[in-house]
């Protein structure tokens, strides 16, 4: 794990009297999944998690979510900053973003344990309508602490961990779930949107917020990530001059734009690998590398192995999504 410059630690546990209900879920969750691995949910775009030791995590492309921890510390690693954060502690990405996490302390006797929801903007809109006056004031574009203003941090509350509890024991009766689902899943959003996190998670229903300016290019680049970047024409598509977008592109991901490229490429000339048995040199020429030896040293940068060893150690074990 390479040092970063700032260490950026998610916020304390504020409130003890939650600890009972916490330890509830965490039981649950250990019961429902036994073991080290993941459990879709019978929600929507939910996933529940269990690592049992450090080395779980891997890097990924996080897309718009909440990502709630139940148990355990993880380390998040994203641009140049670093973050940890803990037990009832929840984050929420509002664009998507390349990201290492790290879990930290986890043992089979103390597992790690995680709740993953991706977050659709039209789901967040339609909340925001219906909230009227008692919608969150939106974030304004330059209101960003030291670690971005694409990713944060919060504290569960009480109404949040209830709904919390009520989504994973869904899993124990999936004809109620068929029912009740999607409306634990829209209370959870509500939950988040009237909490100290409103701000930061309604710039998913503002279409002309900085956040969503910056998602139509990283849309761009996911969509064309091995082709040569154009800093002038992604300029135009966020209706923003070069210079401005290099700055509220740093702001929102703590990476530029050339950065970001970077780290999709990598991101699938590893899943090529992975998944379609690619090998290196091929799978560099595919995301756009000229130079497979550049590619195996930025590869080995960012994963922490040359792409033989890594592929092969990812295929010896399951990897717990950041």
């Known amino acids: 794990m390479g040092a970063m410059p700032t260490l950026h630690s998610g916020p304390a546990v504020a409130d003890a009297t939650l600890e009972p209900a916490r330890q509830r879920l965490a039981s649950t969750m250990q019961r ?31 897309e718009p979510c909440l990502g709630f ?10 641009g140049d900053r670093e ?20 879990v930290l302390g986890a043992s089979p006797k103390s ?10 903007p039209a789901e967040v809109s339609e909340l925001v309508l219906e909230l009227g006056e008692r919608a969150p004031a939106l974030e304004s574009g330059g209101n960003c602490d030291d670690s971005s203003c694409g990713l944060r941090v919060a504290r569960i509350n009480r109404g949040i961990l209830g709904t919390l509890s009520r989504l994973v024991e869904l899993a124990d009766t ?12 829209r209370e959870l959003i509500y939950r988040v949107l009237v909490s100290e996190m409103g701000p930061h998670l309604r710039k998913l229903s503002v279409a002309d917020s ?4 910056i998602a139509r290019v990283i849309g761009i680049l996911q969509e064309r990530y091995a082709e040569p970047l154009r800093v002038r024409e992604l300029a135009g598509i966020a209706n923003m001059s070069e210079s401005s977008l290099y700055h509220s592109f740093k702001q929102v991901t703590r990476l530029s734009p050339l950065q970001f490229q970077k780290k999709l ?11 379609e048995g690619l090998e290196a040199a091929s799978a560099s020429y ?17 994963f922490g192995a040359p792409p033989r060893a890594d592929i092969n150690k990812l295929r010896g074990g399951q990897s717990i999504p950041a």
């Open 83 to 102: 973050m940890v954060y803990g037990p009832l502690n929840f984050l929420a990405c509002s664009v998507h973003m390349p990201v290492t996490g790290h």
């Open 111 to 120: 597992p790690h344990l995680g709740i993953k929801l991706t977050v659709d």
């Open 32 to 62: 429902l999944l036994p073991g080290e691995g993941l459990l879709e949910a019978p929600v929507e775009g939910v996933t529940l998690f269990r690592a049992e030791s450090d080395l779980n995590c891997t890097s990924s492309v996080l």
């Open 286 to 302: 595919r995301v756009g590398y000229e130079s497979p030896s550049q590619f195996s040293r930025e590869y080995s940068r960012m």
């Open 174 to 185: 999936p004809a109620d779930a068929k029912i009740l689902a999607p409306l634990a899943r």
């Open 69 to 78: 921890i139940v148990q355990g510390n993880k380390l998040m690693q994203f």
């Open 210 to 213: 900085q956040s969503s300016r």
């Open 265 to 275: 490429r990598l991101h699938e000339a590893r899943r090529l690998m992975l998944a």
